[in-house]
């Protein structure tokens, strides 16, 4: 095998194309149930963790939106956050709800046996409707803690019927062009059922809303072993896939750098996605990371899975699909797993720092932003007030 040191065009192109975007929280302080470490320097408002993020764009060339989430980053005026993102080369991205802080939910949220705090619940998603619409981006993320801890504990029938009215409640909020995008995990916090486990539950209440409702895939919410690649195939099939939250695991939700556990599962889930054409933009799968740095430097872990994720996508396109077409039509086994195989084990860097250097950018971004001076810069200028965390 050679190690290609240009892209083919086509590749190129469909990089050039594509984009990543970063959440707000993973520039935060963010740890286990056990210690949160601070950093020097860590942002301490949300236009602090968007200057952050706007770093990751500006060395990778690649991430140019930034999630929110409600109400962690809730400001004064978003308008105000808007501008400030788009001075940056930013635009805001997915708005995340939130229903998993307050005593309120403890027994559920959107689930709640009990109506008005289901009702307090749609408020709250509708309010994020609004700051969806006031930071300039068409997408709510919702993803509910929701679920129980003992056999008995609550009507598992009952909650999934309150989840689809008050589902279709928020729904009804959407205008043209938005949407709703449902994430599912299968446990934690609640350690007997969750009430959106999966992605057939999620897929379940996405069909019964309508074409704005999709599924969010989380790469860490599935148990073990998990074919996480034929759940993708499944939801492109069925145009419901509307957004990843790309991260790496070894045992549950470790929210890990892309790659960083598993990459040949990465390299096996964005083959899928390019086969069926979802890397372009138009097929409106936003690509979205959520990791939270909790020992690393947060902006060198966003980078390094920007990178990861750019790396095993331009793998991915690499692959001979007409040699693969043919060894799969003739049943030859080994020959298609080879195909694949060689495009897994090449090399891309060398290709990848050319096509970057090409367009103005770093050859190498990780080591470019380590070398520019900004984390030191931003330790000794962001004294005073408190750091952000995961959670406020
Ligand atoms: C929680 O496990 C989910 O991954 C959500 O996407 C959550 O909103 C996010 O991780 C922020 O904590
Ligand atoms: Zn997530
Ligand atoms: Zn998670």
Redesign the pocket.
């Given at each position: 095998m050679t190690t290609p040191t240009t892209l083919p065009a086509d590749v190129a192109r469909d990089l050039e194309e594509f984009s990543i975007e970063v959440p707000s929280w993973g520039y935060g302080n963010s740890g286990t149930r056990f210690k949160v470490f601070g950093t020097p320097g860590t942002p301490r408002d949300p236009f602090e963790k968007i200057a952050d993020a706007a770093q990751t764009h500006a060395f990778t060339g690649s991430a140019p939106r930034v999630s929110l989430h409600y109400p962690w980053d809730k400001v004064e005026d978003f308008g105000a956050l808007r501008e400030f993102a788009e001075e940056q080369g930013m635009t805001l991205g997915m708005i995340n709800s939130n229903t998993f802080q307050d005593d309120e939910y403890k027994f559920g949220s959107l689930t709640h046996g009990d109506k008005t705090v289901r009702r307090r619940a749609i408020d709250h998603h509708l309010e994020c409707l609004d700051v969806m619409r006031a930071t300039g981006s068409h997408e709510l993320k919702i993803?509910l803690a929701d679920g129980t801890n003992y056999a008995g504990q609550d009507s598992i029938r009952a909650r999934q019927d309150h989840l689809a009215e008050s589902l279709a409640e928020i729904y009804q909020g959407l205008g043209e062009g938005e949407r709703i995008v449902l994430?599912y995990?299968f446990f934690e916090p609640a350690f007997y059922h969750t009430d959106v486990p999966d992605w057939g539950t999620s897929l379940l209440h996405c069909l019964a809303l309508g074409e704005q409702a999709q599924v969010?895939l989380?790469t860490?919410?599935h148990a073990p072993g998990t074919n996480i690649e034929f759940i993708v195939a499944q939801l492109l099939r069925q145009n419901r896939l509307g957004a990843f939250?790309f991260?790496s695991r070894n045992y549950a939700?470790d929210?890990l750098i892309v790659g960083a556990a598993d990459p040949f599962q990465l390299f096996r889930i964005l083959f899928e996605i390019v086969q069926q054409d979802a890397h372009r933009p138009a097929a409106g799968v936003n690509f979205?990371l959520?990791q939270c740095h909790n020992l690393e430097s947060k902006i060198q872990g966003q980078i390094r899975s920007v990178l990861n994720v750019q790396e095993t996508l331009a793998k991915t396109l690499l692959v001979d699909r007409e040699a693969l077409a043919d060894a799969q039509e003739r049943h030859d086994v080994l020959e298609a797993n080879t195909i694949l195989m060689d495009a897994f084990w090449t090399d891309v860097r060398p290709a990848l720092a050319a096509f970057r250097e090409e367009r103005g950018l770093p050859a190498d971004p990780f080591e470019a932003f380590r070398a520019s001076g900004y984390e030191d810069k931003v330790a000794a200028e962001r004294v005073g007030g408190n750091q952000m965390g995961w959670g406020a």
């Open positions: 993803w994430e995990k969010v989380d860490g919410h939250d991260n939700d929210d979205m959520d």
